[in-house]
């Protein structure tokens, strides 16, 4: 069984989840944010097998370099962002130096591309690349779990005026590969609250 728990992280409350597998005390993060103090003290006793990137902006890699460097744990990303965990400028966080330090990690140790499947803790995410908020924003899936990003939020969408957003791009993504799912596919965003596949099908006011 594998527990899937959210850690509200850094100035603007970017969700970080943390997958584990109790029976192996292994567990995967995503997206793990400033200020990741809470997400730590959770992991402290945990082998963490993996940090997964949705997209690389700086409020989502804020707990990158502390993490990586406690737990000796890979990084995955999509290619296409592979640069701007280097780049404060590309990853934003020199666009809002009031929002704390410039944000800067060593470069990750894999990609994440379309269609790729990964095993950890005895599951399977498949890697969907969800790009419009953001060029190399990916989507993951598990089971019935989709882990969004910033592409899809409850009665949402991402925002596109940041570097390499297209709106266009967005919503196809979000139709032509988010929306195919079941609609009991829960979605664990970004920001904000969880929420459905079906429910935002039928009620979302953005696509």
């Known amino acids: 069984m594998i527990n899937i ?15 584990s ?35 690389a902006h700086f409020d989502h890699i804020g707990g990158v ?24 400028k590309k990853n934003g966080s020199a666009r809002w130096p009031e929002l704390g330090t410039l944000v800067e990690t060593d470069p990750a140790e894999f990609a994440l591309d379309e269609g790729q499947v990964l095993e950890f803790l005895g599951i ?3 890697v969907f690349h969800t790009p419009g908020h953001s060029p190399g924003s990916v989507s993951l899936l598990y089971d019935k779990h989709l882990f969004s990003g910033d592409v899809l ?14 709106n266009n791009t967005l919503l196809d993504s979000i139709q032509d590969k ?3 799912l079941d609609d009991d596919v829960i ?21």
Not at 5 to 19: D, E, H, I, K, M
Not at 187 to 203: L, P
């Open 21 to 55: 597998n109790p029976e192996t005390n292994q567990g995967i993060i995503i997206d793990p944010g400033m200020n990741p103090k809470s997400l730590i003290k959770k992991i402290a006793d945990m082998d963490i097998v993996a940090i997964l990137l949705t997209h």
């Open 178 to 180: 988010l929306f195919l």
């Open 124 to 126: 399977k995410l498949k």
């Open 65 to 88: 370099d502390e993490i990586r460097k406690l737990k000796g744990c890979p990084v995955y990303i999509h290619d296409l962002e592979a640069d701007w965990l280097t780049n404060p």
């Open 153 to 166: 939020f409850k009665l949402s969408v991402g925002r596109t005026d940041l570097l390499g957003g297209d």
């Open 187 to 207: 979605v664990y965003s970004g920001h904000g609250a969880k929420t459905t596949i079906g429910f935002e099908r039928e009620n979302n006011p953005y696509v």
């Open 5 to 19: 728990q959210s850690f509200v992280l850094g100035p603007v409350q970017t969700n970080a989840y943390l997958l």
